[in-house]
């Protein structure tokens, strides 16, 4: 008796707050806690996760339904949505539109004579071999004809783009690991260094 | 002393969720703590009938696959699509779909936390991961696990075993089940060096990390050691992140042979019998057939038994399977690998078997006995599967991704098509090049080339390059039909005669 008479901690409302933060956060389903008078309660909902658990925000935006899904009724509207970076990506890759130029994509005066360097194939452009491996090129470099320049993957297979000729390497168009259409331009090559650099 | 209480409640509650416990009841002083736990992990999750909604964490046909398994047993399935798949067949089948990325696989199927993440926001209660992609990364069976949701297939730990080719090779060896003979490890060309003048030439070089045909290379004399065993090691390292190389004996005149497992929650294993998958082009399968024409009635004893002796070894959980090659030339088998996964080529063992593969892997993992004794499992017939790639066998197997303007597949009793392509379908470059997997039954395996022969006739696409045509010459092609092939056959053989 003695015990429980001592027992008068009161839990304030943040306590409260902190014990359903961390019940929300961890697997558990329920917590039955008494101290003294005390008792709380907490049963999760039904296999949803928390509204704490998971990012809610934006349903329909980027990482929406699929056209021609039907959620059931009773589903509750939640979308498995990337982070917030990806999803910016995700918008400018889904639609294949021309991916942005390289960071700080620089207004060069193209020479008369520079030469598009283009994917025949759609898939994803690589600048290096490997990933955390240097550039196969930087802009301003000299590569000589049939030099890798790039590679884009088609269906698993590594395809490399080379140099069609001598030149200097003016413009990398694609960002590393971004989507590439059939056609696109991935690099300006001027094959006249010598007039470029005037 | 109170306020002492109330702490050790909250950091009871924060070790439980570290913890492996599925349930805490404790009563200390006047402090009663009652917890139970979410997930699987422990007995109670896994028991039958958990799953009430899968989340398909692949693509293409075996996503399809798997939500037809899903209808079946009256589950919900959720598909977890990239961008460049809201049109495919999965995300129109499936009962509900998330978008979980950018077309890139990086990006979408094999970023782990964003799965998860998808599985738990859909308020999934389990994930199938198919093949390839997430598969086998014991890290996302952990990640599963710590989030309660039920990973259907094995458990983490036999990922992570069967994985380690090294460890799993000295497994059987421990077990006395023949390893083609092997160094352990090779750390330098040195090493490697002292190996292939102890055993000869042609050596095998291969990654411990394995998988897919990357990091292995066939050494066929000392010029070409140095060279090879730097590539490999490379190969190795930027795919795997470890660039530990073995190197074994390669077996010129060999079939591959392996043997589907299914073992349950309960220690029950049972063996499904052999698929031979010998036609092979870059380590790649390209037919695959059940029974294989070459092994004696004494030999698939004894295959089927060391497969078994593997999984009861690990009491493997789920479907697996234990791979093996036969040298033709002495009549000798050797363990190669487990993997620890379902496979693209399992029809073939449903349609021998006639037990529903993915069914059981869905089964397993809710916790119910496997429905079958050995005594059970018969085959029947023979079976033969085509893999069609949208690849262009007339030009190097250069990749033919676009659109597909005409799809009809060839409507016979005994002929399955499992794909997820149809008319107007956009076969992205993003990802592997399979189209379909057409597999037939026959009474006997004349019976079964016929039929495939048939059926690739009827088998109608336009828009994107197929890999029929190919196959329609396999089918034809004397060796073949006499079963006088082996693993190099395809390539060095067939290919070379165009």
Known sequence: ?198 | MESQEYSHALSLIAWMKESRLESLHLRMGSLILDLKRQGRDQGESRRPGKIRSVLVANRGEIAVRVIRACRELGIEAIAAVSEADRESLPAKMADRVLCIGPAQAKKSYLDIPTVVQAALGAGASAVHPGYGFLAERPDFADACAKQGLIFIGPRPLHIRQMGDKLFAREMASSLDIPVIPGSRLVRNLQEAAQFAEKTGYPLLLKAAAGGGGRGMKILQGPEELQCLFNEASAEAGAAFGDDRLYVERYVPNARHIEVQVLGDSHGNIIHLFERDCSLQRRYQKVLEESPSTVLSPDQRQAVCEAALLIARRIRYESAGTVEFILDQDSGRFYFLEMNTRIQVEHPVTEMVTGLDLIKEQIRIAGGEPLGYSQADITTRGHAIECRINAESPENQFAPSPGRITKWQTPDAPLVRVDSHCYAGYVVPPFYDSLLAKIIVHGKDRREAIERMQTALSHFRIAGVETTIPLHRRILTDEAYRAGKINTGWLEKVFLQNG
């Open chain 1, 1 to 198: 008796m003695d015990a429980m008479n001592k027992l008068t901690y009161e839990l304030s409302y943040r306590d409260v707050v902190d014990i359903m933060k961390i019940i929300d956060e961890s697997a558990c389903r329920e917590l039955h806690l008494e101290i003294g008078d005390f008792k709380l309660d907490l049963v999760k909902g039904p296999a949803v996760a928390g509204p704490g658990a998971f990012p809610r925000d934006s349903a329909g935006a980027a990482g929406g339904q699929v056209p021609g899904a039907n959620p059931p009724a009773a589903a509750p509207a939640v979308q498995a949505v990337p982070a917030a970076a990806q999803k910016t990506e995700t918008a400018t890759a889904g639609k294949a539109e021309p991916p942005q130029a390289s960071a700080g994509r620089r207004k060069v005066p193209r020479n008369a004579s520079s030469i598009e360097i283009v994917t025949p194939l759609a898939g994803v452009f690589y600048r290096a071999p490997a990933p955390g491996a240097p550039p196969f090129v930087e802009v301003d470099r000299l590569v000589e004809a049939g030099d890798q320049v790039a590679i884009v993957e088609v269906m698993k297979l590594m395809n490399s783009i080379k140099a069609p000729r001598k030149g200097i390497i003016r413009e990398i168009l694609v960002q590393n690991e971004n989507v590439v259409k059939m056609g696109q331009v991935l690099m300006i090559l001027d094959p006249d260094p010598a007039a470029a650099e005037k």
